[in-house]
């Protein structure tokens, strides 16, 4: 098991350049989730999906969009990228059951100048 | 909307202390709370989870406790050592979404 893999690691946009964010579990999870973890902040939900084809947002969801295809996959897409985005990414899934734990992945660092 | 704060925002303590990390939430309808590790430019590992119902949960030398009417979590840490020098972040599960706190920086001096 790979358990939550997360692509890119790194990666440098110019403002108004778009990018999808790659996200993929191999647990079959059916709650997927994206976060945004500031500088000595905590994470922040941005959107959440509780199987395929259903998402919704969360608490910071401007200027990005999701969409769950398959159980697997759950990419963020970042149109129009500005300053403020540039973040820590981190992607999680958990079965789906109301007492079950999170899984993370590695995150993305994302820089935007 | 839930709240979460973690108290203090960083400790520095000597190797072989004990500790305690604190947790509060403002909504008690939460159907667990979880307690993470972050170290350093990685992801976050799930440490304890504590269902509703439960008043605790161990695993090693950690134990966390929760009071739901009152709104707080403790983490305790035994016998602290340099490898357990990390972020800890706890997170309300209210269903669907987690809410989190910001986090206490631990450095455990040897």
């Known amino acids: 098991n790979a358990g939550v893999t997360q692509t890119p690691k790194f990666r440098i946009l110019k403002i108004g350049q778009s990018m999808t964010l790659q996200c993929t579990q191999d647990?079959?999870?059916?709650?997927m989730y994206w976060y945004r973890q500031d500088p000595g902040m905590g994470l922040k939900l941005i959107y959440y999906s509780v199987g395929a084809g259903i998402t919704d947002k969360g608490e910071v969801p401007n200027g990005y969009n999701v969409s769950r295809s398959t159980t697997e996959d759950f990419p963020l897409r970042l149109e129009l990228a500005a300053p403020s985005q540039t973040s820590v990414y981190f992607c999680?899934?958990?079965?789906?059951?109301?007492?079950?734990?999170?899984?993370f992945g590695p995150g993305t660092r994302l820089l935007v100048l | 909307k839930q709240e979460v704060t973690q108290i203090p925002a960083a400790l520095s303590v000597p190797e072989g202390e004990n500790l305690v990390l604190n947790c509060s939430f403002t909504?008690?309808?939460?159907?667990?709370l979880q307690w993470f590790r972050q170290d350093p430019g990685k992801g976050l590992t799930s440490l304890l989870l504590i269902q509703s119902s439960q008043r605790e949960q161990t695993s090693g030398r950690l134990n966390a406790s929760l009071d739901k009417s009152s709104g707080r979590s403790t983490l305790y840490i035994a016998a602290s050592q340099p490898g357990d020098s990390a972020t800890y972040l706890c997170?309300?599960?209210?269903?669907?979404?987690?809410?989190f706190g910001t986090g206490t920086s631990l450095t455990v001096i040897p």
């Open positions: 909504d008690s309808a939460i159907y667990n």
């Open positions: 999680a899934s958990r079965l789906g059951l109301a007492e079950e734990t999170q899984y």
């Open positions: 647990m079959n999870h059916n709650y």
């Open positions: 997170a309300a599960n209210t269903g669907n979404q987690f809410y």
